[in-house]
């Protein structure tokens, strides 16, 4: 079965060319959501965590003190790259895990991650699929979406890789720009990718 990643900045509507894809079937991996659950649930991960950032990491009955992290990280690059250094790898087995469970007789499954290409896991992907929107369209969709500053979006843009550092690591490209039909996009995709199965 292949193993297809898909990736994009911000506000570039990934999710959505995920849900486009689930409707054919297509099994997704949505790493970001399994990197906050996993954060209580993996043993490996919340011992390093406390070992990094102090035992207050968690409250009673392994709560995450989101608020002792975040103070830690929030402006400190340092700290930020120490907590993504255990993060990644616990996501990567969760995904190693889950591939495993899926049915075989499958064409492909996909894993989303925000840090697909940051945090190096598109290499364990077999192709990978970068979704692109114009950058003003990504702070309108972010800003009424999480309701937040447009500043505040951009702090958090300056966080990920651009998109054209992005599409120099892409197999593939999808515009959600509001004027190609991505579910044609979308389509076009799914049809190569059964035929590389």
């Known amino acids: 079965m292949l193993k297809i990643g898909i990736t994009g900045g911000i506000g570039s509507g990934k999710t959505t060319i995920c849900k486009v894809f689930e409707t054919l079937g297509i099994p997704i991996f949505y790493a970001d959501t399994v990197a906050k659950q996993i954060m209580t649930t993996d043993q490996i991960l919340m011992d390093g965590v406390r070992a990094t950032f102090g035992e207050e990491s968690y409250l009673e009955g392994n709560i995450l003190n989101n608020k002792h992290i975040a103070n830690i990280v929030f402006n400190n690059e340092k700290e930020l790259i120490k907590l993504n250094a255990l993060v990644h790898p616990a996501v990567f087995r969760a995904f190693d895990e889950w591939d495993a469970k899926l049915p075989k007789h499958l ?6 991650a925000a840090l697909l290409f940051e945090s190096g896991s598109y290499e364990m992907c077999d192709k990978n699929i970068l ?16 309701k937040v500053s447009e500043e505040q979006v951009l702090a958090r843009m300056g966080k990920q890789f651009t ?34 199965k």
């Open 107 to 112: 064409p492909y499954s996909i894993k989303e």
């Open 131 to 146: 979704v692109t929107s114009p950058h003003a369209l990504k702070i309108e969709r972010v800003t009424k979406r999480d």
């Open 163 to 196: 998109d054209k550092q992005k599409l120099k690591l892409a197999d593939y490209l999808i515009e959600n720009n509001e004027s190609k039909s991505i579910i044609l996009q979308v389509l076009d995709l799914h049809q190569q990718f059964l035929i590389m």
